[in-house]
């Protein structure tokens, strides 16, 4: 077996060697074709009709719980909307963590990664990843990698449109 691997890479590194003595490149052009000829076509009408259906099945099960726990915990509609987003959260970090969020998302692409659910697979993905180098320079200098840009641009999208809304309606 060891004998194969050497005289693959040898073949390999000759072949190298004999196009770079003999000019034989791919030119930009021709690289292009290449990728374009070997690249996988996008199916948007299948991949826009799954994530229709499926964010909206999202929905409809956000609603569910909403009307749930205004049964359930008489609870108000705002103070039952609060609830609904930790509980998404929370079952999006769990799917994260048992590895089936990420097969879910190749599988419906972008129907699951909503703010709320892309949010908590981002800050699970974080954690989950840089668990091994401890509490503080692992998960609790890299949790926010992914998220913290959406925190940073939130958080100065609303003061500035805050702002906007304070001088142009008043006080």
């Avoid at 690249?39 to 929905?59: R, S, Y």
């Avoid at 990698?145 to 003061?159: D, E, M």
């Amino acid at each position: 077996m060891k004998t194969n691997k050497t005289s693959l890479f040898f073949c390999i590194f000759f072949l190298k060697i004999n196009n770079n003595i003999n000019g034989d490149y791919m030119n930009t052009q021709e690289y292009q074709k290449f990728i374009k000829k070997y690249t996988p076509k996008p199916k948007v009408w299948t991949n826009a009709i799954v994530a229709f259906l499926v964010g909206g099945a999202l929905g409809t099960f956000s609603e569910l719980l909403l009307e749930l726990y205004q049964f359930w915990f008489h609870l108000p509609r705002k103070e039952s909307g609060v609830v609904v987003i930790l509980t998404l959260i929370i079952i999006a970090s769990i799917l994260t963590a048992l590895g089936i969020f990420d097969v879910w998302v190749t599988k419906v692409k972008s129907a699951l990664i909503i703010p709320i659910t892309g949010f908590a697979h981002s800050m699970t993905s974080a954690a989950l990843e840089y668990r091994t180098e401890g509490l503080v320079l692992g998960i609790g200098a890299n949790i926010f990698k992914l998220a913290g840009t959406v925190i940073l641009y939130g958080v100065v999208s609303v003061y500035l449109f805050g702002l906007l809304r304070l001088l142009i309606m008043g006080g």
